[in-house]
């Protein structure tokens, strides 16, 4: 994980131990929600400074001022170390080493949302810019809209990282749109469970774009 990429995940999660109102446990700098992932590193070294502290063993029954007393005493080159652990772990099938800097970002947003959608919009970004002359890649060799991540998508990708930042810039316009498109068919396929995430999602890619 670059550190750019780690400062941005830091400023839009959040730097300190919280418990959001909603949920059932805590959430660590950098946005790890327990419930979802309770075998991550992180909690053991949290615990071990909350048992120090005489907290509850449960971190779900944690006051405020409990979560504020152990935020406080975090080790913050600690927790940095175990933040980029996980994500490094969580992130390994996004592949942002074949990305350009420039879309690692949009990337991580993208994929942390919906995998199979994240890799649809790269894949259906990469016949555009193809049918546009931006690149040159041979009928033969563009990967199908399939949400998954083959030889044919590490090979574009490649490509795209040897472009010049004017046209990457474009590559990551157009992966934010088919992204917007993608939620769109979610909420026309079934809009009674989709429809109340389309707001949030179309918000966070607006703020892709100039991120």
């Known amino acids: ?6 400062e941005y995940i830091v400023s839009v999660e959040g730097s300190y131990l919280h418990m959001n109102s909603t949920e059932s446990d805590i959430t660590s700098p950098g946005g790890i929600y327990r419930a979802e992932h309770p075998d991550a590193t992180i909690w053991s070294y949290i615990d071990g400074v909350g048992a120090s502290l005489g907290m ?15 935020d406080d ?33 949009a990337m991580f947003n993208l994929y942390t949302n919906s995998q199979s959608g994240a890799w649809k919009a790269v894949q259906q970004t990469v016949i555009d810019m193809n049918k546009i002359g931006f690149l040159d ?17 590490k090979r574009a ?6 472009l010049p930042d004017s046209y990457v810039m474009v590559y990551k316009i157009m992966m934010i749109s ?17 429809l109340p995430y389309l707001s949030g999602w179309m918000n966070r890619m607006d703020n892709l774009e100039i991120a």
């Open 56 to 70: 509850n063993p449960k971190s779900n029954l944690w006051t405020k001022q409990d979560i504020k007393d152990v």
């Open 73 to 105: 005493n975090l080790d913050a080159v600690q927790i940095a170390l175990l933040v980029k652990e996980f994500y490094d772990n969580y992130l390994y099938g996004a592949h942002l080493q074949y990305f350009d800097p420039l879309l690692q970002i």
């Open 137 to 153: 890649i041979p009928a033969d060799d563009l990967s199908v809209v399939d949400g998954g991540f083959g030889g044919m998508t």
């Open 1 to 6: 994980m670059t550190n750019e990429l780690y």
């Open 178 to 194: 088919n992204m917007k498109t993608y939620y769109a068919k979610l909420v026309a396929g079934n809009p009674d469970k989709f």
């Open 157 to 162: 990708l490649i490509k795209v990282d040897a």
